[in-house]
């Protein structure tokens, strides 16, 4: 299983149709339904991934479930939830085997974190121009058209405000279905995660999970990188200060 990276990978509307007519106070979910029931399955999951998220720093910790679960989920901090569970691993997990869960937090977790929370958060539009298509943007973009659209108002009738679409996405089934696998990928990689701290596993079995997840090809890649860096700054602290040349 090779999990498929990517942030985000939408296209802009101002390459797929500059000339489109954005909607944005018109409930936009109803326009599509189809797409609508995708964005939710894609939502749910990551909900799933959060709950394999904390039992995984509740199996680091060796501590009440409980009382774990209910720390993780009172972070509403994206990065602090990451940055508890990193702590956790680095001091409770030997160096290689933290590395590996450091960095799939990193270039697996955070990047499907990240997704959802434009899902969920950002703000939905749709066009006429892209019957097939929903639109997504950060809702500060969003807050300014509307204060524009305000500034401008002259009537009760409908106001449109010219704005640059480069940062509107434009949703369609493609990209929702690659959220989604993405989605269902971490969901595999993070049950493998929990097999490598959980203790009835065997040692064998859980250096198994731990091989499996360093040969993820993200992680991998990542893992190289750290080390070719490592590697070059000891070269560089080990080699010889120069030699002055007395000219004299």
């Known amino acids: 299983m090779s999990f498929a990276g990517g ?15 954005a909607n944005w106070g018109d409930p936009p979910m109803e326009t599509r339904p ?5 964005v939710a399955q894609c939502i749910a999951r990551w909900a799933e991934n959060e709950t394999l998220l904390g039992a995984f720093l509740a199996l680091l910790l060796h501590a009440n479930e409980q009382a774990v679960l209910a720390m993780y989920s009172g972070l509403e901090n994206r990065s602090a939830q990451l940055r508890m569970i990193r702590a956790a691993a680095e001091s409770s997990l030997p160096k290689d085997h933290a590395e590996v869960i ?7 977790v955070k990047p499907v974190m990240t997704e959802r929370d434009k899902l969920a958060h950002w703000t939905w539009g749709y066009s006429d121009q892209l019957p097939d298509a929903l639109l997504l943007a950060q809702p500060s973009r969003t807050m300014r058209m509307l204060m524009e659209a305000l500034r401008t108002q002259r009537s009760k009738g409908h106001v449109d405000v010219p704005s640059p679409f480069d940062d509107i996405f434009v949703v369609r089934d493609g990209d929702l279905e690659r959220i989604k696998k993405r989605g269902e990928e971490l969901k595999y990689y ?3 995660a929990l097999g490598s701290v959980w203790q009835l596993n065997s040692p064998v079995q859980r ?3 731990i091989q499996e997840l360093s040969n993820v090809p993200q992680i991998r890649e990542s893992l190289d990188r750290q080390k070719a860096r490592q590697n070059n700054q000891a070269a560089q602290s080990q080699s010889p200060l120069p030699r002055l040349i007395d000219g004299g």
């Open 190 to 192: 993070m049950r493998v």
């Open 34 to 38: 189809a797409l609508a029931a995708k």
């Open 207 to 209: 250096a198994v999970n």
């Open 7 to 21: 942030d985000l990978d939408m296209q802009p509307l101002s390459k797929v149709n500059p000339k489109a007519v």
């Open 102 to 108: 450091t960095t799939m937090l990193t270039v697996l």
